[in-house]
């Protein structure tokens, strides 16, 4: 079984900036398709925020996010980090690592089969 693993996550200010990261813990991220980055917020459903196409190494954002969050990956390919810079209130939420199989769509939840634990950013005003 793959297990993911994020970190980096905790209590900032507006303006500031995380890195999250995210290991995989069986298995390099090579054999997958593609890893990604959801959130969710309390009392909201589960929002795609970043992706990237392992093998292409392409990358895509949702619009909220565009200019401020990167998506990267080590030289070893075994962790995947997501940069947050200008963080705000809105960007408060839970996390997920997840990766995906060859398949599907890289913004739908139902694409990814394995999940990470999840990590809480809070961003206070």
């Known amino acids: 079984q793959v297990q993911l693993v994020e970190s980096g996550g905790g209590l900032v200010q507006a303006g500031d900036s995380l890195r999250l990261s995210c290991a995989a813990s069986?298995?390099?991220?090579?054999?997958?398709?593609?890893v990604g980055w959801f959130r969710q917020a309390p009392g909201k459903e589960r929002e795609f925020v970043a992706a990237?196409?392992?093998?292409?190494?392409?990358?895509n954002y949702v619009d909220s996010v565009k200019g401020r969050f990167t998506m990267s990956r080590d030289n070893a390919k075994k962790v995947v980090y997501l940069q947050m810079n200008s963080l705000n209130a809105e960007d408060t939420a839970v996390y997920y690592c997840?990766?995906?199989?060859?398949?599907?769509?890289?913004?739908?939840?139902?694409?990814?089969?394995?999940w990470g634990q999840g990590t809480q950013v809070t961003v206070s005003s």
């Open positions: 997840a990766a995906r199989w060859f398949g599907g769509t890289y913004n739908t939840p139902e694409s990814f089969h394995f």
């Open positions: 069986e298995r390099a991220f090579s054999n997958y398709g593609g």
């Open positions: 990237i196409n392992w093998s292409g190494g392409s990358t």
